[in-house]
């Protein structure tokens, strides 16, 4: 049975002191709902709810969400996978959905992160990484990606301005995302010169953390018509796994389970690489999409920094790869990042995407990393 | 198409510091794994985690237990519902199949809480409730279902006796299972004369927080027969939600969800409560089991006190419930429970459950709620 995303619904990333995590999520959930064609909540099966619970104050978050969201008695579910935790949302509603369990699934990212405090923030970062044996000696998020970036840098050339190029493509597109938590463009000296993080990062190299949400309503092959003339099918939901700990992985520039679930995604949609015309990667590092473009395969192995020094990942260019501003632009709420990237997506292959629309965007694809790599998510859509 | 339960694992429930979360989890594995029938590492495809993270010190706990289990590059995904978390990883498992996703899924219940200090507990539990508008007025779950006792001793007479009845019993069957926390028989006077936690409770009205593991292996119904002989197979998975708030219930002397999800599971199984010859369901307090044989079927609205008195929910009673000593005498591992259940459930229906064993038991059932109602999941199981 085939899966379509029928509508879409997105909030302003950023600090959102203004909003609860429930309120973030209403926020998006309206805006799917009107987005469908005669959608009433009385269609809905159930919902999925993305998002990293730890964050927020409130427990329990899918009992407050499908209260605010008037979905009771509906089922409601929360996925965690780290920051895929939105793309697990979205790979079980399509199961519950081909499963002919349920014809409708509202799908939620819903995520808060700045409810708690910096130094608790860190304190529950850090421990994403393996604790037993190390985030006990000190790692963190951006301590991970430098590593990654310094064996990519050592083994193929990889520049600190090629590293950059990556997040001054991604601000630009940014700039023209109503919903991105930055929306100025940024330049390759201001990146490089940047405040260091962790060699080699300077601020510009690494997302931030933020509030927001974002909706996909998914429906069988059966019902999607019915609730929108453009549906958006899901053709290919790719998933694996690496060891969580860095000292299993057989290196550190490259990421075994995108290339794994970059696999399986292609071979369920029938595509290759090559067939790809937009794409959303997990950008939490700009090491990070170079990695990703690798994985994919939208480049050999080794070449993703002169990919994007040579505008390949650009609208015009070979891959277009975040043209909504990526992580980096948008913000990371860690839960809703997936659900993002599909919004994004199925904007795209809608052709509704304005000023950021990629010409003749058929097929699409979403790549969502979680933690340091021990999940990987990669969903092939095609209009 | 059919799913069925092919193997079972299941760990000693209680205070183990001897154990990490990852390592609770493999005990449970690797005992489902040695009870399928040449069933080994390369047969699954996919494992889900059911576990609260909050109460660990490790994040991403879905990456440390597929590392553990030497699971990579397999998908693995965690499911929260509060102290239903396990049932939403049974429920999610059943779909991955039913989609034809996957054939064979492992799904992991893996919880410790005892980690964290009992005020860190306290005041993580207490958040399960409303944040915005109960629990900053201190509401907590033994005020919560204390609450729900009243309500139903002043509508139906329920009595301090009846409630103590539940524990009596459970404790009794606790006493014949070498996996629960606490093993020994109580008496009604000793419930009743108790140190109180909130009035009508006792100590012994109310289940121990604990740490431990399950796991219960699924397979499609052209796999199972290849890794068992005696399929267990799940014909009914119900899942419903009530409003988190309890100010926005109908009442307080019944769980609409539990209802509406034993509909949904009755009706998908084409039962209904009186073929139901075995039961796990989700005593979390005394009150709750009273509850549970109401909102289930098993007898009338307002009789569940009359029905324990009656001994009707022993073995050789109208309908058996939790003759594995149920979260009470088990200890509840909060995301571990429902797998738990399940396990009971399925080693019920083999036949296989020696002192406590219900004779000619071909139809079970789990009941797990979450939090204080706002989620229930109900599954009906057949042999």
């Known amino acids: 049975m085939k899966v379509a995303a029928v509508a879409i619904g997105h909030g302003a990333f950023g600090k959102r002191s203004d909003a609860s995590v429930q309120e973030l999520a209403f926020e998006a959930f309206r805006e799917a709902m009107a987005d469908g064609k005669n959608l009433e909540r009385a269609d809905l099966d159930a919902a999925v709810l993305g998002s990293v619970p730890e964050y927020h104050k409130q427990r329990s978050l899918g009992g407050v969400v499908a209260e605010y969201l008037g979905l009771n008695p509906k089922p409601i579910w929360l996925t965690e996978c780290a920051c895929a935790s939105g793309s697990a949302a979205v790979r079980t509603a399509y199961m519950a959905i081909k499963s002919g369990m349920h014809d409708v699934v509202a799908v939620i990212g819903a995520q808060k992160m700045t409810e708690l405090s910096t130094p608790e923030i860190l304190a529950l970062m850090g421990r994403v990484g393996e604790v037993q044996w190390e985030s006990i000696f000190g790692t963190t998020f951006p301590g991970y990606y430098a590593m990654f970036a310094n064996a990519h840098m050592h083994r193929y050339g990889t520049t600190r301005e090629q590293l950059a190029a ?25 990146c490089v010169e940047a405040d260091p993080v962790a ?17 996909v309503i998914l429906a069988s092959e059966e019902k999607a018509r019915k609730f929108t003339d453009e ?18 992985r057989p290196n550190h520039y490259s990421i075994p389970s995108a290339q794994e679930a970059a696999r399986q ?18 950008d939490c590092f700009t090491i990070a999409e170079i990695l990703a473009y690798e994985d994919l395969g939208f480049c050999e192995k080794g070449k993703g920094g002169k990919f994007v020094e040579e505008k390949q990942s650009y609208i015009g260019g070979k891959h277009p790869v975040n043209v909504d501003g990526g992580l980096k632009a948008k913000g990371h709420p860690i839960g809703t990042t997936g659900v993002s990237m599909t919004v ?3 904007k795209q292959l809608r052709g509704h995407a304005d000023k950021r629309q990629v010409p003749d965007a058929d097929i699409g694809l ?17 209009r």
Chains 1, 2 share one sequence.
């Open 166 to 190: 990556v997040a001054v493509k991604n601000h630009y597109y940014g700039s023209l995302n109503k919903f991105a938590m930055f929306q100025k463009p940024v330049t390759i000296q201001r």
């Open 265 to 282: 995604a292609y071979r369920q949609a029938g595509v290759d690489a090559g067939d790809v015309k937009v794409a959303d990667v997990h």
């Open 231 to 248: 549906p958006v099918w899901l053709e290919g939901a790719g998933c694996a796994t690496t060891s969580m700990s860095v000292l299993r």
């Open 344 to 346: 994004e997506i199925v």
């Open 366 to 382: 979403t790549h969502n990393v979680g933690g340091i790599g021990q999940y990987c998510f990669v969903n092939v859509w095609r």
């Open 199 to 215: 060699f080699p990062f300077g601020i510009f190299d690494c997302c931030a953390n933020a509030d927001g949400a974002a909706c």
